[in-house]
């Protein structure tokens, strides 16, 4: 399936670029650490789901980067931009070898089936 994303056609000439640019900045620091770190964890602070996913990759004996923006109430606009680049809806998002497997609980069913080593092997 493939997720919805509003067609280049469907938005203005005029704003294309604004839309393009926007929180561009967060989104390159994210791609950077997701190309240099076989695990990263993108997260804010004293959100008990980022700290039950870097818990359990600790748990696990997987070294991870960890990308924290903000807050609840800093940073905002800033996850939102991830949000929209992602289309993951929460925090954390939790990127495998550069592919995007969701948030904590995705994360430890993961660590269950044995599937995060084989991807971390591949």
Same mark, same amino acid.
């Given at each position: 399936?493939?997720?919805?994303?509003?067609?280049?056609?469907?938005?203005?000439?005029?704003?294309?670029?604004?839309?393009?640019?926007?929180?561009?900045?967060?989104i390159?620091?994210?791609?950077?650490?997701? /190309?240099?770190? &076989?695990?990263?964890?993108?997260? +804010?602070?004293?959100?008990?789901?980022?700290?039950?996913? #870097?818990? !359990? *990759?600790?748990? /696990?004996?997987? &070294?991870?980067?960890?990308?924290? +923006?903000?807050?609840?109430?800093?940073?905002?606009?800033? #996850?939102? !931009? *991830?949000?929209?680049?992602?289309?993951?809806?929460?925090?954390?998002?939790?990127?495998?070898?550069?592919?995007?497997?969701?948030?904590?609980?995705? *994360?430890?069913?993961l660590i269950?089936?044995?599937?995060?080593?084989?991807?971390?092997?591949?």
């Amino acid at each position: 399936m493939t997720r919805l994303v509003l067609a280049e056609s469907a938005i203005h000439p005029s704003i294309r670029q604004r839309i393009a640019e926007h929180h561009l900045p967060v989104i390159q620091q994210v791609q950077s650490g997701v /190309a240099q770190h &076989a695990v990263v964890v993108v997260g +804010l602070s004293r959100n008990p789901f980022v700290s039950k996913a #870097r818990k !359990a *990759l600790a748990a /696990a004996g997987v &070294a991870h980067e960890y990308i924290e +923006l903000g807050s609840y109430f800093s940073q905002w606009r800033l #996850r939102n !931009a *991830l949000k929209m680049w992602t289309g993951w809806p929460t925090f954390p998002m939790v990127f495998v070898r550069g592919t995007l497997v969701g948030g904590a609980d995705d *994360l430890r069913r993961l660590i269950d089936s044995g599937e995060l080593q084989a991807l971390l092997k591949a």
